[in-house]
Structures are given as structure tokens and as C-alpha cells.
């Protein structure tokens, strides 16, 4: 005699709706990236229309929208639009509690490394790339030269000396980020321009060894520029020798000996092109039956590829069947800059004298976070596939549970309903860490020009790609013998 097949009656429904319910309020408080999102798009647009100030305020509003866990990536962010405000004292006051903050986050709490793991990394403190910290004492170096406090600016160069140091003695392989030749150009810059021949040759020298040895990941080429200032650094120098080497290797390059351009005012103009990479979430569901593997193929064939939008239908429908592990995985996303070169342009005030030159391209950001994550990935990928694996377990053993503690009668259908509430929480919660300093520019071109004193006009007008009109700007210089002068571009196109 076969048993009576147990009713669920309509009052037995409402715990059903009551915890869908709150699973669907649970998964919208999870947090997410959709507010950074629309915050870095407005900043963003604000730069592309010129309104640095609007793009500082926005970041400024949202200092509380990054939580504990990203006050290092508020600092990097509101230090570098406080830069592009020109607010360059405000600036270096924030990027120094943002080097700090570096320091200190060598350290982090055991219970904030396990709550990450359950949850997933953006509970971790953000610390920053390697190369994102090397960029705090660039930009604070970029500040004081700006205001002409050269002699603050070569400290920062000391310290970008020391940091990179430690990276090349801590990196685990020869071909990890442990140098940076942008950076070490920038140092050979100020010391050259305080009279320090010496440490500028050392940092022209590292700076041209990094850019020969980077360029197939870096993929930016030695600079000209940086050709000419070997050749006149170590003729100053009397290093016979190794200037012989470099015009061996530079045959037929043009340069000025030192003393000539001693009696010169130069100009260094640094070009902010484009817009950071952004990383997005590349979610991998993973059936573990065939009725989880059919569900999953019509859930994505009826709201298409995952993302922040889909994210609680895709949830809410895993979680009922209870048999789907997902794995979230970061992906890079480049926003190449549009612009070829700046052609810049000076007009003596008073002779009409005219001097021309070219910006060259000298840092690649999107390069150095497609090296950063490349590097790092297999590590990520293995901890990201153990949190998920842990989660289901976890979420499973949360329906057992409920099944156990509800007795034999509501036993089942307490257990499918904790159950499915538990593997939908762990499929919602999952996302990578996409954090980053997304207010750098794409890429970073400098120009050298060296002209006699006097009073000039300064064009800079951007050559794009696709032949477009360029962003072209103007200003006047007042420029003394001896001096050396810092002129920031930012041009987000």
C-alpha cells in the first residue's frame, strides 16, 4: 500500500514568498560596482569638458561611498584631481596620507582576510599596484615642480629611487613589474635640472636599460629625447667610454652639448592622454547536473552575458536549483587614448622667434595594469575558484541544517528554502576585486625644449589617430636663463 503524498497547503507558501523576498533585499544590499561605475563616468565627463573642478567635487562627495576598505583609492583618486585643479599644495597632503597609507596596509587583520574570503576581496583594504605606488611620488614630484620647488620635487625623486629598489629586490621573477622607466626618466629630469649630473645620468641610464628591456609588455620605445640626454650627460661627465657606446648606438642622432643649454631656459611638458583601463567582472557559472546546465543556458539565452544588471535574476534562479558555482574573474578593459602626439609650438613676445617640437609617448598605464593582472591572475583565479567551492559547501550545509532543526515534518521544505537562499546569497555575493586608480590617464607623452629667455606664446595641439580635430590650448610662458619650467596637460580623448 503505497503512502499518501504530503499537501503544502497555501499558509505553508508564504515562508516561500517571505524568503524570496528577502533574499531579493538581501542581494541588492550586496555591495556592488554600479555606484563607482557612474561615479568615474561623471568625472570622466566633467574632464572631457574641460570642468576639472566639477570632476574634484565629485570625487570629494563620494568620499564616503569607498568605504574603509578603498580610503587609499580615495586618496589616489581625489590627490590626482586636486592636481588637475592645479591645487598642487592640497594635492601632495592627500597623496602623503595616501603613501602612508601603503605603509601601513603591509599589515591586515586576520578577520578581515577571512571575511573576504566568504565574501569576496573588495572587503579587502585596497593597497594598490606595485606601479600605482610608484605613481604617488611621481605625481607629488609633478606638484612641487609645477611650483617650481625643485628641490621637494627631487626628494619625491629619492623616494621613487628607494621604492623601486625594494620592488626589484622583492620581485619573484625577472619579468615582473620591478622597475619603471618612465619613472626613473622623470627622476633623471629633476636632477639634471638642479645641477645633480651625476644621479641624472645613473636615472637616464636605468630609464633606458627599463625601456629596452619592457618595451614587448610596456610597448612604449625609447624615447628620443632620452638618447640625446645620455649623449650629453656623459660628454659632461667625461665618461668617454660610455658615451662612445652611445653614439655608437645612436648614430646620427641629433643633440646639444651641456653647456649650451645651460645658458637656455627648458621646458618640460607633460600630456595626460585618455582615460585609465577599467577591469569588469567575466563570470563563469559552472552546472554541477544537467538540470543546472539547462538552466543556465536559458538564463543566458534570456538575459544574455552576465553582469551588475543580471546579477540578482541569474542569483535568485541558481539558487533555486541549488546546483550552480559561480566564479567571478577580472577582466581588463582599455580606453586607448585617441591622440597621436602633441605638436607643440613657442612665439617670442617680442622677436617672433619661433621653436617647434613633439610630444613622445614615455608611460603606457594601460600596458602596466595589463602586466599587473597578467602577473598576478593564476593566484587569483585559484583563490576565487576556493571561495566559490567553500561557498556552496557552506550554503549546503545551511539547508541540512534548517532541514535538521525543522523537524521531520517542515524539515524538506525548510531545508530547500535556507538552501536556496544560501546558494543564491553565495552565487550573488560572488564578484573580483575590479578596484583600481581609474583617474590616471591612459598614457603619459612628454616633450623637452630648451630656448633662449624671454617671453613666449605656447601652443599644444593634439594630433589624434583618426585625423580628428585635437584639443588645442594656449598660455603664455615668462621663462628665465637656467631655469626649467613644467607645463601638465590633461586631454581626455
Known sequence: MS?????????????????LAVTILALTALP?????TSRYA???NSLRAGDVARADQIVEQAER?????????YRMDRGMTLHLAGRYRESTAILDLAEQDVEDLYTRRLRTETKAFLVNDTMLPYEGEPY?????????????AETGQLADAVVEARKIDHRLTLFSDQAPDKDAYRDDAFARYLTGILYEATGDLNNAFIAYRKAYEGYRQTRPWARVAVPPALQADLLRTTEALHLTQEHQEYKQAFQDFAWQPNPAQQDLA?????SYNGVAPKKEDQFLDLPISLNALQLVLMTKGAVGPSNQETRITESVLYGLTGRV?????????PQKSQVTYGQISLRGAGNGQTFTSRTELVQDFSALAAKSLNDRYTQIAIKAVARAAVKYALAEGAGQGARAAAGKDAGPLAGILVGAMAHALAIGSEESDKRSWRTLPDEIQLARLWVPAGTYDMRVRQVTRNGAPGRDAGRTLTLQRGETTFVIERVVQ
Open 32 to 36: 556592488g560596482c554600479g555606484a563607482a
Open 65 to 73: 561611498d569607498y568605504g574603509t576598505a578603498g580610503r587609499l583609492l
Open 42 to 44: 561623471l568625472v570622466e
Open 266 to 270: 627648458q621646458i618640460v611638458v607633460i
Open 3 to 19: 503512502k499518501p503524498r504530503p499537501t503544502i497547503s497555501p499558509a505553508s507558501l508564504r515562508p516561500t514568498r517571505l524568503i
Open 132 to 144: 600605482e605606488q610608484v605613481m604617488l611620488n611621481v605625481f607629488k614630484a609633478f606638484n612641487y
Open 325 to 333: 558555482v559561480r566564479v567571478a574573474l577580472p577582466r581588463l578593459v
